[in-house]
């Protein structure tokens, strides 16, 4: 026993000591690397006086970008230089405006893409008509389907999915499925396995390859891609799940919104799944790249953002978007928990005279963002923003409207974990007359929504206006 005593009195302090050291380095890491000020100094004061319980905790949500995917695909594309040159050489007649000495539009600087004109756009409403057109493409293929969902289940639709993917392989059309392991977490290896059989080519995210990302848990992948053979694109906020088509047992119907492009714009979407795939894989799915024909009017950008990027893409374009407006900006988000700039850009523009709207959820399936919305809302009605919330069923739809002159349907929700740490996919376009279909769509929303405008936050019960506050504190990981 005196032997034991001995042994703890010194391993014990020898212990404590090197999780001190190891909470100094990490609080460190936190002053170099945390976004804000005031974060950096609650890391800080955590990491150093209680290791023992923040360092994992520190591990898991303290960091910041997503470490690998921009040197991974870095060194792909320098292995692909001919397939890369005649991506953007197929893209390059396709950009609007002059060709030469033309300035780029911010929000192509933004993007990193080109605005591509020739496009056709057909808004999708809810997940009956998103998965019919989806289906109706699938079945059409020729030569290639690429498929990228954060959520596949394998209920009733996911085995739609299934059984016209496995006939599509069996073919001879090459088919590539990409999820998302934590928001595809029930999908039980039998479905991927019967895929895989078919000849699919199926992968998970792989969100924590290498030594540097083991715990790169707080990231996702939330993008949703279909491509058909270079030539059909669809995004928007449906995942592969029986909800998605109205046959939820928790809400009475689903509100969705996703959008079908034909046309140029197609091959950033293309190009959007390559790169993810080559993260998960490591290796080029072996497509071929279609030379794309103008087949409409509309202008489309496609807006990749994700945490591998050097800058925050995804709130500069919310920013972007929110300042050009002039008449009108119209957000419909599920989740609402942005951060600073955005509360302020919302404030400014309702200040000089712009309608602004946001269209949110009366019901809540994450608990803890809904509730730390509640919080949010007074900030920008004090402005003048209208805040709304839908009540029939459950709002999950992305959709932004500035003026009648930018529409936007995507993945990404106004909150911290869209602008700053999922991977996300948006289709941003110029066309009039798409963004009218938008607006009358939204207008029909706020016809079946609550005005809550006017409801001060001390109205709301004591526990909900707590609950409120307490929800807000873990805004930078909701």
Not at 24 to 51: D, K, T, V
Not at 53 to 74: A, D, M, S, V
Not at 217 to 230: A, L, P
Not at 370 to 395: D, M, N
């Amino acid at each position: 026993m005196t032997s034991y005593n001995l042994t703890l009195s010194i391993w014990v302090p020898i212990a404590v000591s090197i999780l001190h050291l190891v909470g100094i380095g990490a609080a460190i890491h936190a002053l170099y690397y945390s976004r804000s000020s005031q974060g950096s100094i609650a890391w800080i004061l955590s990491l150093m006086l209680f290791p023992i319980l923040t360092l994992p905790i520190y591990f898991i949500f303290g960091k910041t970008r997503f470490g690998g995917y921009r040197e991974r695909i870095g060194a792909m594309l320098a292995t692909h230089r001919e397939l890369y040159a005649k991506y953007r050489e197929l893209l390059v007649t396709h950009r609007t405006g002059a060709l030469a000495d033309r300035t780029p539009d911010a929000l192509e600087s933004i993007a990193g893409n080109d605005i591509l004109s020739g496009n056709k756009l057909e808004l999708l409403i809810n997940g009956t008509h998103t998965f019919e057109k989806i289906f109706e493409a699938i079945d059409r293929a020729a030569h290639y389907i690429l498929i990228e969902f954060f959520i596949i289940k394998d209920d009733e639709l996911g085995m739609a999915l299934q059984e016209r993917l496995i006939r599509k392989a069996k073919e001879g059309v090459a088919v590539y499925l990409l999820f998302d392991e934590v928001g595809s977490k029930k999908l039980s290896s039998e479905y991927t396995r019967a895929l895989e059989v078919a000849g699919v080519k199926v992968s998970r995210f792989h969100t924590r390859q290498g030594l540097r990302n083991f715990f790169q848990i707080n990231f996702r992948n939330h993008r949703k891609i279909v491509v058909i053979d270079g030539l059909v694109g669809f995004v928007g906020g449906h995942n592969v799940g029986d909800e998605y088509v109205g046959r939820s047992t928790k809400f009475s119907s689903w509100r969705d919104t996703h959008v079908r492009i034909e046309g140029p714009a197609v091959l950033p979407l293309q190009a959007t799944f390559a790169a993810d795939w080559m993260w998960a894989m490591g290796s080029i799915p072996d497509v071929a790249i279609a030379a794309p024909h103008r087949v409409g009017e509309s202008d489309v950008l496609i807006l990749s953002t994700g945490p591998a990027d050097t800058a925050d893409r995804c709130t500069l374009f919310f920013l972007e978007a929110i300042t050009r407006a002039k008449q009108r900006v119209w957000i419909a988000s599920p989740y609402f928990v942005p951060d600073d700039s955005v509360i302020k850009a919302l404030q400014l523009a309702a200040t000089r005279g712009v309608d602004v709207r946001v269209l949110l959820p009366e019901k809540a399936d994450h608990l803890l963002v809904w509730l730390a919305s509640f919080s949010y809302v007074p900030e920008v009605t004090q402005s003048g923003v209208k805040v709304y919330r839908y009540t029939e069923g459950f709002l999950h739809q992305k959709v932004l409207l500035v003026d009648d002159t930018l529409g936007s349907v995507g993945t990404a929700n106004l909150d911290n974990r869209s602008l700053r740490l999922n991977f996300e996919i948006t289709a941003v376009t110029m066309d009039s007359m798409f963004c009218e279909q938008v607006a009358t769509m939204l207008e029909a929303d706020f016809e079946i929504s609550r005005d809550v405008s006017a409801t001060t936050f001390g109205e709301m019960p004591i526990l909900k206006q707590l609950g409120s506050k307490a929800a807000r504190l873990f805004s930078p990981t909701l």
